[in-house]
């Protein structure tokens, strides 16, 4: 199937959305939250970042709408058309497939994860409003493996899609794993199988030892349940191998905690974009020369830019983090195989051994996709 045949048969499925007031109401609610024990990033009812504070007030953000020097991204990016990602493994390989936004294919022998999976249209509540992709995911959702882990980061709607969450419980049925305070949640929506973890807890799940890891964000559907729920990171032990899913996050100590506590990862996916203005980013998301710092931090063999590229978020430009990583690549003498850019839909194939060099690349190498005007707009 091609690229443009892929794109409207995405836009043209039927998907699951909120029917109703009171389904949107329910989504915004964003469960109950966490109850439990104070703790080093826990007051007894309010998550925090123990070395900073990310949180932005209503003026603040009225500020940023007001003085946005945003810079325009197409209606609408072609990807390339791609391989279909490999049907089976050897022991030690690894298959990374970028989907779109932050959402990974990780593939293991016998194990399938998707990590913040996002299918829908917006990353918002409603159909009509908030921020629309401008390009369809890099694999069909109809063309997905069987999946048997979902790593959920945290409740914020480009992370959190409780819409594709629920298409994957229809169609998959798989463990989904996420921070205190969303099992609730989730429930409500026939999840059946939601372990909750806390920040350096981990559990054994489809054949894979996860380790949520610490992260510096926040958690909120609205207003009105800011902090109630746990973000963060994870860490997968599959197949000899460790995976560091690194969320939404801001830069800070916690990536050479990671690698003190749970060791070098092989393959690290550090967020490069949605980071301006920087006022206001900064403590919340971090920008490609800080995705390469944390790289350093975590003495990760490999490292693969995530969260960019499918939703205008902040003001920068959509190739703005393509870009700056290159730069920043450059100043700290990372060379590009160390830390590399998928195209959407594109999937690397890594081999056992010392060293977490692509062995076989499915697909070409590559940044741009080709834009035009979205003729559904």
């Known amino acids: 199937m091609d690229t443009l045949a892929r ?25 109950p939250g966490h109850r439990g024990a104070p703790s080093d990033h826990f007051d007894g009812r309010l998550f925090f970042n123990p070395d900073a504070t990310v949180g932005r007030s209503f003026w603040d953000f009225l500020r940023w709408r007001r003085t946005a020097q945003t810079k325009q991204w197409p209606e609408w990016v072609e990807n390339r058309a791609r391989p279909a990602p490999p049907a089976s493994l050897d022991h030690g390989q690894i298959a990374l497939t970028f989907i779109n936004h932050i959402t990974f294919l990780i593939q293991f022998r016998g194990l399938n994860v998707l990590t913040d999976p996002v299918y829908s249209q917006r ?71 939601v372990h909750e973890l806390d920040w350096w807890q ?14 510096q964000h926040w958690s909120g559907r609205s207003g009105r349940n800011r902090n109630r729920t746990l973000w963060g990171g994870f860490m997968v032990r ?29 393959i690290s996916l550090l967020p490069i974009g949605a980071y301006e203005p920087r006022w206001f980013m900064a403590p919340q998301h971090m920008n490609p020369e800080e995705a ?9 063999r490999l490292s693969i830019g995530t969260h960019f590229g499918c939703f205008q978020l902040t003001d920068e ?35 056992a051994g010392e060293s977490a060099q692509p062995a076989i690349q499915v697909g070409t190498t590559g940044i741009e996709g080709t834009h035009r005007s979205d003729p559904a707009r």
């Open 7 to 31: 794109s409207r048969t995405f836009r043209s499925r039927p998907r699951y959305r909120p029917a109703s007031v009171r389904e949107v109401l329910r989504s915004l609610a964003g469960g």
């Open 123 to 193: 990353v918002s509540p409603f159909r009509r409003i908030g921020p629309k992709r401008v390009r369809a995911p890099g694999l069909a959702f109809d063309e997905l493996p069987p999946i048997h882990l979902v790593l959920v980061t945290h409740n914020h709607y480009d992370h959190l899609d409780i819409d594709t969450l629920v298409r994957l419980e229809e169609a998959h049925h798989p463990c989904f794993v996420t921070g205190l305070g969303n099992r609730a949640f989730l429930q409500q929506f026939q999840l059946q199988r």
């Open 202 to 215: 981990s559990l054994e799940a489809a054949g894979a030892s996860i380790t949520m890891t610490p992260a």
């Open 238 to 266: 599959a197949a000899g191998r460790r995976v560091l899913f690194a969320g939404d996050t801001g830069y800070s100590v916690h990536f050479r905690d990671i690698q003190r506590r749970l060791g070098p990862p092989a």
């Open 292 to 300: 390469v710092r944390a790289h350093l931090d975590l003495e990760a």
């Open 317 to 351: 430009g959509i190739d703005d983090p393509l870009i700056e990583l290159a730069a920043a690549r450059q100043r700290h003498n990372v060379s590009p195989e160390l830390f590399q850019v998928l195209e959407t839909g594109e999937t690397r194939l890594f081999q």
